[in-house]
């Protein structure tokens, strides 16, 4: 089947942990809620003033997040479409966001050149994470949640402390870093970038360990 319903581009689209549902995000400032097995829309979450950029579950699939273009992301309620907070203080549009694994704090990565992380629940400012010199794409966090790894349009990833916000590694590439993430055993990194190269990274002291050439 075809989920079909939003009005414009759809620009990610990813499945809940129990893979029971599927959350959409569009460029008609929308995201939306279906069921996997059936196509059955579930929730539209409406509320945001420009393109949804993305759209993540938490790990236990009750909450989701969305990023956009309005320079806010916005936390719901899966089955409901309740909106539960909004982030709000960057100052340009909001590329993607991202649960911890507990799922109480979200990390967000923003074209104004920080990360920032907050408190699920209460939309409550936790930490800035700056030293970027352009655009970040993204921001993950390890599978303890205790890091947090940013690609950015400078041409690095970086590595940071969850809690304290310091710096700890700087990853460099010849061109935009589009992605980073950890393994799942937090023990590597890997990040791709536009300079046709994938790259793997011990997550303890930053050296590389291969480069993935072949795009």
Do not use: Q, Y
Request: hydrophobic share 35%; charged share 20%.
């Amino acid at each position: 089947f075809t989920l079909t319903g939003h009005s414009s581009n759809v620009r990610n689209a990813n499945f809940s942990p129990d893979s029971k549902t599927i959350v959409t995000a569009s460029a008609d400032k929308t995201a939306k809620v279906w069921e996997t097995t059936t196509g059955k829309l579930v929730s539209t979450l409406i509320g945001h003033s420009s393109n949804v950029r993305n759209a993540n579950f938490s790990r236990d699939g009750k909450t989701i997040v969305t990023a956009s273009w309005d320079n806010t992301a916005k936390v719901w309620e899966t089955t409901t479409g309740k909106l539960v907070s909004t982030l709000t203080g960057h100052t340009s549009a909001v590329n993607n966001a991202n649960f911890s694994p507990d799922g109480k704090t979200i990390v967000t990565a923003s074209g104004d050149k920080t990360v920032k992380v907050w408190e699920m629940k209460t939309g409550k400012l936790v930490s800035i994470l700056t030293g970027h010199i352009s655009t970040v794409n993204n921001a993950n966090f390890s599978s303890d949640g205790k890091m947090i790894v940013t690609a950015s349009g400078d041409k690095t990833a970086k590595v940071w402390e969850t809690t304290t916000g310091k710096l700890l590694f700087t990853l460099e590439h010849t061109d935009i870093v589009n992605n980073a993430n950890f393994s799942p055993d937090g023990k590597t990194i890997v990040t791709a970038s536009n300079d046709k190269t994938a790259k793997v990274w011990e997550t303890t002291t930053g050296k590389l360990v291969s480069t993935l050439i072949g795009h």
